[in-house]
């Protein structure tokens, strides 16, 4: 149980194009969704933490505008990456959380802009 | 949170056991210690969580000192499979609170044949 997936694994785009990660909590419902980057050779950095049905609250330096995030329903949230400049790529892993649960790590998507 | 210090990097031989120890001597009463690692491009795997009393799953033991300043995760029979990043995290709140959680760097450990 506890299986977080994430969508697409990898993907490569234009730079200024937007992309959009999925990320969805398959056998449980996740009433929190939690955003991180991490650069190679370094830790993962928080980027922000949804709630189901609410705006996601941002860590700082993070750009709300740029990183969209919407936590739509309790097994899916989405990332979507505006604008995106090669200074963008990076591995983006979500997490996912229930009530009564700890926190689930989805495999991770690999953002590479050209 | 408190912040956690670990040693950046651990050689274990395969077979032995691994014992990775993390500070965290800033600790609150109501944190609660957790054990996480990233094996290469992969995410985050919980291993184990603690307040107080030493706790042991299937995966690892957790050992907190008495005065909850410091931990030390045991792999006890350690493989290939476990070479990875394990991190350290002190948070609060417990399993039925998913608040989040703040990455340090990590030990790098590697298990060697």
């Known amino acids: 149980g506890a299986v977080v997936s994430q969508h697409p694994s990898w993907v490569i785009c234009k730079s200024g194009t937007s992309v959009k990660i999925e990320c969805r909590s398959l056998?449980?419902?996740?009433?929190?969704m939690f955003w991180y980057r991490q650069f190679p050779k370094q830790s993962l950095m928080l980027m922000a933490t949804?709630?189901?049905?609410?705006?996601?609250?941002?860590e700082q330096g993070v750009e709300k505008d740029k990183f969209l995030i919407n936590h739509a329903s309790l097994t899916l949230s989405t990332l979507t990456v505006t604008s995106a400049h090669p200074e963008d790529s990076s591995f983006y892993i979500c997490?996912?959380?229930?009530?009564?649960?700890?926190?689930?790590f989805g495999p991770g998507t690999r953002l590479t802009v050209t | 949170d408190a912040k956690t210090t670990q040693p950046p990097s651990m050689d274990c031989a395969e077979g032995r056991a691994a014992n990775l120890p993390c500070n965290h001597s800033t600790i609150s009463g109501n944190e609660y210690v957790y054990w996480y690692r990233q094996i290469h491009s992969q995410g985050p795997q919980y291993i184990i969580h603690?307040?107080?009393n030493n706790e042991t799953n299937e995966m690892a033991s957790l050992i907190i000192t008495e005065d909850r300043k410091s931990s030390t995760l045991i792999l006890p029979h350690a493989t290939l499979r476990d070479t990875a990043v394990y991190y350290c995290?002190?948070?609060?709140?417990?399993?039925?609170?998913?608040?989040?959680?703040?990455f340090g760097q990590g030990t790098e450990l590697s298990v060697k044949p």
């Open positions: 997490s996912a959380a229930s009530g009564v649960g700890e926190q689930y």
């Open positions: 056998d449980f419902q996740a009433t929190t």
């Open positions: 995290i002190v948070r609060v709140g417990g399993g039925n609170q998913g608040g989040k959680l703040i």
């Open positions: 949804s709630n189901e049905g609410s705006k996601a609250t941002y």
């Open positions: 603690g307040l107080k």
